[in-house]
């Protein structure tokens, strides 16, 4: 990897044949149509992630979440499992994390694989926490986007746990500190709202929370309720 590549390309790149085959196997839709939408919501939960670490406390709750609940050493999967599961699902070399998407997000979020909709009701508690009260309004403009109607929430709750194992795994193979992981996703916020796109536009419109068209201080109170902390 080089030092341009964003988060969202390299978690992209990791994501391509296999496992995104099992997305959207998932989601009823073809490779090409899920490598689209997924090329919408990746940055979509990357830069709103990075709004909510752009301030020293959101941050620390965001860095202290990735340690105690998506680190391999937390128990948690990491990302080579759960990439090697999504694969699984089309019955190739990873098919041994547990026989479906449920069980292998369940075992992600530390939950304990009794299905999916209990898993994907964990990917729906992560969401919440990093779009706040602006998951519903995040789901639409997805969908609307992207075509995929109902299913971006579904596609949403299944990347969460991704982009969360793949930020532990940053921070624990950079010894990243919580000054550190907020830069990071801060540049990753910044260069996907300077690119623009389906998932520059849906960042800013979510990110302007009077609807006055510009980032300011009353939207930054505003946003300070969707921080993530404490537990899931």
């Not at 069980?103 to 508690?125: E, F, P, R, Y």
């Not at 299944?158 to 793949?166: G, H, Q, R």
């Not at 929370?209 to 980032?215: A, C, E, I, T």
């Amino acid at each position: 990897m080089t030092t341009n590549t964003s988060l969202t390309d390299e978690l992209m790149g990791q994501l391509q044949g296999t496992p995104m085959q099992g997305l959207a196997q998932q989601l009823g839709i073809d490779s090409a149509q899920a490598e689209q939408a997924v090329g919408v919501a990746l940055p979509m939960l990357f830069g709103a992630l990075g709004q909510n670490a752009s301030q020293p406390q959101g941050a620390s709750d965001l860095l202290g979440a990735l340690q105690r609940d998506h680190s391999s050493a937390s128990g948690a999967m990491d990302l080579g499992g759960l990439l090697g599961g999504l694969g699984g699902l089309l019955g190739g070399a990873g098919g041994g994390a547990g026989g479906g998407l449920g069980s292998i997000l369940g075992s992600v979020l530390g939950g304990n694989g009794a299905g999916a909709n209990a898993a994907q009701a964990d990917g729906g508690s992560i969401l919440g926490h990093i779009f706040g009260g602006n998951q519903d309004q995040a789901q639409a403009q997805l969908g609307q986007a992207t075509g995929l109607g109902g299913n971006s929430g579904q596609l949403l709750a299944m990347l969460a746990p991704l982009v969360m194992s793949f930020l532990a795994n940053r921070v624990h193979s950079q010894g990243m500190g919580a000054g550190e992981l907020g830069n990071a996703l801060g540049q990753e916020n910044s260069q996907i709202q300077a690119q623009g796109g389906p998932a520059g536009g849906i960042l800013g419109s979510l990110l302007d929370q009077n609807g006055d068209g510009k980032l300011d201080v009353g939207d930054l109170f505003k946003l300070g309720g969707s921080l993530l902390g404490g537990r899931r």
